[in-house]
């Protein structure tokens, strides 16, 4: 499978017999209950999950990550008998279908303020982190609450992680090309990744654990079935949950054109593969490297070289690298971004300026005096060290301690490499959501439910269907959280009163198109 990858498709290396022989395991309540499930399970699906569908890989994660009493709820709510994690109002204990609820999770609730949401989850999950009970979370001098109160929890912290100005004090992401200046939110093409910071510095300290809450977060949503809407890159799940090692391979994935040092990482990238080609064609040529590298030349083929390359190609090649020496003396051997110097030398000696300033400002001013001095610049010779520097600082010395903190986190909920079961883009799509989503109205209907005094055949309940039929996606996706209570506002607060006055205002205009047409269609029918 590394070799060739998923040929024929994502589905194609699944094997039938062994899933069934993977469900028959799960469906074991008394093996998966006190998590005694066969090793051969958890070595399959962390070492081969290319053999099993996703399903199955849910299931199994289900019944095994989150521990005995998660289990026990889980092969219960499986086997129909319900009042888990997402059972509704009333006695938990009570029979259902004929079979009686063995036990029951315990629920806690807490009160956050809505000005300070994330100072205070911050606080929340660092005492709530490890325990098992569902977590319900209420805002202050607000009367709402249950779940829907508690999805607005998450999606109000992952708002504010992605705010620009939270991210000027607590270096968590990458900027993207906007700046201090640009909207009030980031927003990078292909999601959030790790700002890299100096290895052992103040800033990195902060990182640490601001990612350590991070993994709390995402680990407390996961275990209680909520969507953390946080645009993680899969670059950072491969490296933080997977614990692949990226390469320069992945510069375009992280740090693309929108992204503060992706036109640098594209142009550094071309400059090398120019600087190779010169020097491929000169070894060719001259017939510079190992005779087992140019075994196969003959002479006519080296004379044809020497004519060829030498007016032509070789021309090219040489002409790019002029230009790209002119280019490159304009660089210094630091991160392109951030400024830090990536010689260890330079980070580790020379005296302090100022006690005050960090260890990063300390070593950008004596990288600045050393190259004033004519050292440390980046020339052809170089560029190929330098390239991978910037890789190696980017996507592994400059975001361990935040890796680090994300994984410590993480494993306060349950273990890490439970979710080696799952590619990075599937465990992005678990935690953070799909980015959009297109429904029917059929799946519309299971997945908004009446309440209240409204069933499946009142007209306002009919009448939303039809609204978010055909709304557009956007509008799909606003108006499903409105129904779940996703946008929940108190009313107390004059701008939630404006806003939700507008919304309203607009929903009812929609309604009354659809109403009119409907009483036109019946009118027309009686006739």
Known sequence: HRRFGPVGGSTAWENSRVTQKLQAQLEDAVAVAPGAVPAWTHTLLRGARFLFPLEARLRHFHSTAFGTSRSVTWVQEHAGVGGGVGAGDGDPARPRGGARRLGTLKRERVTVRRDRVLADADVLMRHHARHKSVLEVLFTDEEGFGGAVTKEFYNKVADALQLRSENTVTMMWVPDEDGDEGPEHLWQTRGLFPHPLPPGSPESELARRRFRFLGR???????????????LNPAFIRVAILRETLTEEDLPAVYDDRCAGGAVARWLRGAVRDVRRHRECERRVFKIGSPGDCADDTDDASGALRMGLGDEEEAADAAAVDTHLERLSYLSYACPVSRVPLTAEIFEGGDADDENDSPATHAARRLARRVDAGEHEVHVGNVEQYLADVV??????????QVEGFREGLSEIFPVDALRAFSAEEITELVCGKDAIEWTREELRRSVLPGFQYTAQSPPYLWLLD??????GCATVRGAALSEGGEYEDASRPAAKESRVAAEEDQVRQLDKHREAKLAYRAAQHR
Request: charged share 15%; glycine share 10%; aromatic share 10%.
């Open 217 to 231: 977060l995402v680990g407390k949503a996961l275990l209680d079935g909520h969507i953390l809407p946080l645009p």
């Open 392 to 401: 190696r600082y980017w996507f592994a010395d400059g975001v361990a301690a």
């Open 467 to 472: 609204v978010l039929v055909d709304a557009p």
